[in-house]
């Protein structure tokens, strides 16, 4: 029988208690968190089945530990974790969007890098958060990297790698670099860009006006492209923070292929324009599994 | 009994066709294609009753023109119209996503701008194309924009209106000024970043790799984010050609933003990012009509 610890149960880690329950991976969840507000209402909706009177008992009660708290706090606290010091029968993994920042703050607060201690990122996620956010679907379909170091015990990788299993995720093994390049690319700069985005927009609003003359303007395509930005700022911010390298090579990589298709326009190049363009929708479409020639012209 | 006359028989004109039949406010569909594929495709699907000869016989049949082609030929299509003398009881509309250019070309081809042409513009797409795209539902509960000139006859204006309504649209008034200025923003800005996103990913894909490596970072924030770069490039090119003017501004005042943030995360200065972060999810929400300040913490 598996006691799961679930420490911070938002949107992450309350999907992953609510469906390793219904899977039966997880016989039982304690749970924690800073806010004493939100571990009620996880009570209340029966993402977990008691409350840790301190993190201290919880590690105690617990066979693995989901440590699912933002980005910044996640060295922190599990360091906080291995203060008390768990069993070498226990797992403890994270959840945090960004790898290395977090196992390299472990690392220096520990002097060492547990071997039970599984890195892990769940690619799932929504613009809403707490326990009310929570779905036990979440994470159904959904791939979830695990990126080992040197000291991470292989039983520990495959025992969490099983847990995520079992919650219908696939999981990948990538090492911490490789994974925080990636979502650099394919996470960290929409999220940044489509804030900046909904930052210029926010200069064309009327202030407070509930029904704003921009809203007619705003359809399907550009309520796809905005969604990310309804995401929590301060979690953002870490995010960000915690993988300034790789986010930042990116974000100048963008900005170069706008200066490009700037000059493009002003110059009257339009041919180049569109064939950059076409690079762009080959792109999209061989990642979203579309034939990239497929599609009829209609028009005269 | 209203006999319309499609010119384009794809995604927009493919669509109004199979709902205004639907809705009982056109009896009859004639449909003309530059591409006889198209065309052929049309009748096929049973959106046009009948394809007309050439572009001087669907006129003279018509009571109702809807040309509904690429931004950059809709112009010389409506002159070409025109050109066969409609009759005052006609009307002739057009749905090109910029409204100034279009006007200009006609009025510049024409040597005048004709009372019974409608400036118009439906806030409805998708990243499909053609007659194949076309969807009964696509103007369901849609804004669209007409754009009358002084010299629009109001009656025009009034028919076209109630063709739209009747398939379900939302009829909304504005200057062509300001129509261009706003669809700028909230809908070729946001294009052309999704494509020049894109084109940044595109580097990193394994060229002619089925199975790509990147594909498990792309989750469904990023699927959101980049739909729109799946759009026809051409059709992209035309509209930006179009309407450079605003596009170019609000880029630039993109730019500005996406340099103040590349800025604040090379000087440690997160805070203040966050600041701007929490901007734009502020708009981001006043325009999604969610309540900015709603949504819980639950992390430790």
């Known amino acids: 029988v598996t006691t799961l610890l679930v420490v911070g149960t938002g949107l992450i880690g309350g999907s992953f208690a609510l469906a390793a329950r219904r899977a039966g991976s997880v016989a039982r969840v304690i749970g924690f968190d800073r806010s004493a507000a939100a571990l009620t209402e996880a009570q209340r909706r029966g993402i977990v089945d ?15 530990v989901f440590v699912a708290v933002p980005t910044g706090s996640t060295g922190a606290v599990l360091a906080d974790v291995f203060g008390f010091g768990p069993a070498p029968s226990q797992v403890v ?39 009310a956010a929570a779905s036990v679907d979440l994470f159904a379909d959904c791939d979830v990297f695990v990126t080992p170091e040197p000291e991470t015990s292989a039983a520990a990788v495959e025992r969490v790698a099983g847990l995520w299993r079992s919650v219908g995720a696939r999981v990948r093994e990538a090492s911490g670099a490789n994974h925080d390049a990636m979502v650099a690319l394919t996470s960290h700069l929409p999220h940044l860009v489509a804030y900046a985005y909904m ?39 870490q995010i960000v923070e915690a993988n300034r390298g790789p986010v930042t090579a990116h ?50």
Request: aromatic share 6%.
């Open 50 to 64: 008691a409350a840790a009177a301190d993190l201290a008992d919880g590690v105690a009660a617990a066979d693995v």
């Open 93 to 131: 993994f994270d959840g945090a969007s960004v790898k290395r920042a977090v196992i390299d703050d472990l690392r220096r607060r520990l002097g060492t890098l547990p071997s039970g201690y599984v890195p892990a990122h769940p690619m799932a996620g929504s613009e809403r958060h707490g326990p």
């Open 199 to 237: 930052r210029v927009v926010a200069e064309h609003l009327m202030p407070d006006s509930p029904d704003d003359p921009l809203l007619p303007y705003a359809g399907p395509g550009f309520r796809d492209f905005t969604r990310i930005a309804g995401s929590d700022a301060a979690m953002w911010r």
């Open 251 to 300: 974000l100048d990589a963008l900005t170069q292929v706008l200066a490009r298709l700037r000059s493009q326009i002003a110059s009257d190049r339009f041919d180049e324009l569109q064939a950059e363009l076409e690079v762009g929708r080959r792109a999209y479409r061989s990642l979203s599994g579309a034939d990239a020639n497929s599609g009829e012209e209609g028009a005269t």
